[in-house]
């Protein structure tokens, strides 16, 4: 089975630019949350989407956006990038809405130059 | 809101050597999980522990729930043990899939 895939790896965006990260869970799997981690700390929570409704989001600003499709994909959209917003940008899927037994992608690398 | 602290923050071992990491977290928890993150960024769920003590080969974690800790060991270390390890639990008052980590423990195995 596959797993949870990311797309695209590496990315690399203007300032001011908008950016669209892809995440598709594994199969079954009805709930997606997206992480942000900047380098040396750990992934910071941005939002969680179950059944295709927003189920939390984590303190960022407006300009961070996501959604999921019927399939259960989501998108993650970040508008007028700052530099600050350079990070990995991880995504995690689970078979439910709770917390456990998360299987993570292995990331988007985003440089904001 | 809940606070993650982990120690050590890094952890230099000869191949063979045996390790603790330890979590400390400041509020009541349901949950708690460890993850390890190789080099290449991809994390991987190691436990699910909210209480109690679970084997998976080298690796046992031990929850205590009461007094808000966590512990990782790490036996007969390899170099693919090398990488950061993360703990994480819910945040307080948050959907389930709101996960708070630590900042981590880097750990580096040498042959």
């Known amino acids: 089975d596959a797993g949870v895939t990311q797309s695209p790896t590496h990315l690399i965006k203007t300032r001011g630019q908008h950016v669209t990260l892809r995440c598709s869970p594994i199969s079954g799997h009805k709930s997606v949350s997206w992480y942000q981690q900047v380098l040396g700390q750990g992934p910071q929570f941005i939002f969680q989407y179950y059944e295709k409704e927003e189920r939390g989001r984590g303190n960022f600003p407006d300009r961070f956006s996501a959604r999921q499709f019927p399939n259960y994909s989501s998108e993650l959209n970040v508008n007028a990038l700052l530099l600050g917003d350079s990070a990995l940008y991880l995504c995690?899927?689970?078979?439910?809405?709770?917390?456990?037994?998360?299987?993570f992608g292995s990331g988007t690398r985003l440089t904001v130059v | 809101g809940i606070q993650v602290e982990q120690s050590p923050p890094d952890l230099i071992l000869q191949e063979g050597a045996n390790s603790t990491l330890r979590c400390n977290f400041s509020d009541s928890v349901n949950n708690l999980q460890w993850f390890h993150q190789n080099p290449w960024g991809q994390l991987i769920n190691l436990f699910y522990i909210p209480s109690g003590t679970k084997q998976n080969g080298r690796l046992s974690a031990t929850t205590v729930a009461t007094e808000r800790y966590s512990l990782l060991y790490i036996s007969s270390s390899q170099t693919t043990d090398s990488g950061v390890y993360f703990c994480a639990v819910p945040a307080y008052g948050g959907s389930q899939g709101n996960l708070i980590f630590g900042k981590g423990t880097k750990l580096s195995v040498k042959p």
């Open positions: 995690a899927s689970t078979e439910g809405a709770g917390g456990y037994g998360y299987t």
